[in-house]
Structure formats: C-alpha cells, structure tokens
C-alpha cells in the first residue's frame, strides 16, 4: 500500500451508471418505509426494489386503468 494516493482526478458518484435509473431523495413515512423493509426482507429482495416493482402498479392504477 502506498503511503500517499493522488485523488485530484477522482469524481464522486456512482462508478457504474443505471441506465435507465434515477437517483432521488424521497420522505417516506416510518410506518410505509417499515413495511417495505419487512416484507422485503421476507421476500428476500431490497427494499427499494420492493418499492420500485410497486409504483408502476400504483401508477397503472390512478391513470385508471
């Protein structure tokens, strides 16, 4: 290991981008946050997975359809 490393050319964020992804901050209630985190657990998936195979449904069904 190097005593010193030069990270002047370095760039924050991600190393990899998500094609067709985008990164947002959003204010969930604990109780909504809690109950994704738990079944997503049981379901043994992340819980923002969970959360974004969700919200098409929910989308799909306030336009209605």
């Known amino acids: 290991m190097k005593a010193e490393y030069d990270l002047s050319a370095g760039k ?3 190393v990899l981008s ?3 992804k985008t990164r947002i901050t959003i204010w969930l ?3 909504v946050l809690s109950a994704f ?3 997503a657990e ?3 998936i992340g819980y923002q997975t ?3 195979q969700a919200l098409p ?3 799909h069904w306030m336009k209605g359809s």
């Open 42 to 44: 049981a379901d043994n």
């Open 18 to 20: 998500s094609k067709g």
């Open 12 to 14: 924050r964020g991600a």
């Open 37 to 39: 985190r738990e079944r």
């Open 29 to 31: 209630d604990d109780d």
């Open 57 to 59: 449904v929910l989308s």
């Open 50 to 52: 969970l959360i974004n």
